[in-house]
């Protein structure tokens, strides 16, 4: 699977919009981009997934261009509860399930 | 409804016991998967099953480690005998067959003294 590049950390403040983008040079035809974010003591949960242009839901958006090769999850008016560990992810659709390979994430600092 | 659920959330045994964490999937998730961090490290597959079958366990570190999911409901992941470099956080996830995202858990954390 890709192995995915990321920011190791990034501080914000209130109110801003906080784009954090990831590197997958390596990313197949059938892989997924899927973007978890992380709070202390608790399991990854699931904000975002794309395959090329953009997504968008109720919490962020996920930018990916043509080549595919990288992608920034743009989160809008981030609060301090959105401080966490985000992770880049690729996901390869398998038989009825997928193998995620987690990198490193990014450990977002929001700040009053 | 119910979310992943795993148990126990804290486990601290001595090297060379054995130890069983329990996962049990959102109902009606075929998928079911095993991860874990160890100290300092990333978050690294170990396991899927689908249903009752392993689909890939090319993650599992050694024969110390045994999953099971009999039935193709819970599943349990046996730790024996456990080591020192064992310890870590190890979270079960389930997903659809054919959805777009995993549910995790809150993690089973393993302190092997």
């Known amino acids: 699977l890709a192995k995915t590049t990321q920011p190791i950390s990034m501080d914000s403040y209130e109110g801003q919009e906080v784009n954090i983008t990831c590197s997958h040079n390596?990313?197949?035809?059938?892989?997924?981009i899927t973007w978890y974010q992380q709070f202390p003591s608790q399991g990854p949960r699931f904000i975002i997934q794309g395959y090329k242009t953009k997504v968008t839901n109720e919490v962020a958006s996920l930018f990916i261009p043509a080549d595919r090769k990288s992608s920034t999850l743009s989160l809008p008016r981030v609060s301090l509860s959105d401080t966490a560990v985000y992770y880049c992810l690729v996901d390869r659709r398998g038989t009825g399930g997928f193998k995620t390979i987690f990198g490193a994430g990014t450990r977002l600092f929001v700040k009053a | 409804e119910a979310g992943v659920t795993q148990f126990p959330s804290h486990s601290v045994i001595e090297k060379g016991q054995t130890v069983t964490l329990r996962c049990d999937p959102i109902s009606g998730h075929d998928n079911l998967y095993w991860y874990r961090r160890v100290m300092g490290k990333e978050i690294k597959f170990l396991l899927h099953f689908v249903k009752e079958s392993k689909q890939d366990e090319s993650g599992m570190p050694n024969n110390r480690f045994l999953a099971e999911r009999t039935g193709g409901t819970y599943s349990t992941l046996k730790v024996q005998p456990a080591e020192l470099e064992d310890s870590g956080v190890y979270f079960c996830a389930s997903s659809r067959t054919g959805g777009t995202e995993a549910f995790f858990g809150q993690g089973t954390r393993l302190t092997v003294v």
């Open positions: 390596n990313i197949a035809t059938n892989d997924y």
